[in-house]
Nanobody, 115 residues
Framework: QVQLVESGGGLVQPGGSLRLSCAAP????????LSWYHQATGKQRELVAS???????TYADSVKGRFTISRDNAKKMVYLQMNSLKPEDTAVYYC?????????WGQGTQVTVSS
């Protein structure tokens, strides 16, 4: 299985920015859809943003206009640029690598938005 490693989380004030990164080494990267999910304490894991292998983008309504997902197929990386962060964005953020019959999750990175 591909080992996904997220980084870039941390504590940020409301209105601030963070950039999450996810390394996904392996030969299947380029044929997979890539997504970021988040899970707040006591809540279900939810889709934040996704980018397909053909670069079709999807965003949750709550992050449209604030977050941007991107991928670098050469580096086998997926990114989530998060701007204008709000306290309700506080959660553990997970990246996911998906292809029919295959799904792999990272270990998650904590994002806390608080003054």
């Amino acid at each position: 299985q591909v080992q996904l490693v997220e980084s870039g989380g941390g504590l940020v004030q409301p209105g601030g920015s963070l950039r999450l990164s996810c390394a996904a080494p392996g030969s299947i990267f380029n044929i997979c859809d890539l997504s970021w999910y988040h899970q707040a304490t006591g809540k279900q894991r939810e889709l934040v943003a996704s980018i397909t292998r053909t670069s079709k983008l999807t965003y949750a309504d709550s992050v449209k206009g604030r977050f941007t997902i991107s991928r670098d197929n050469a580096k086998k990386m997926v990114y989530l640029q998060m701007n204008s962060l709000k306290p309700e964005d506080t959660a553990v953020y997970y990246c996911n690598l998906y292809s029919p019959g295959y799904s792999q999750w990272g270990q998650g990175t904590q994002v806390t938005v608080s003054s």
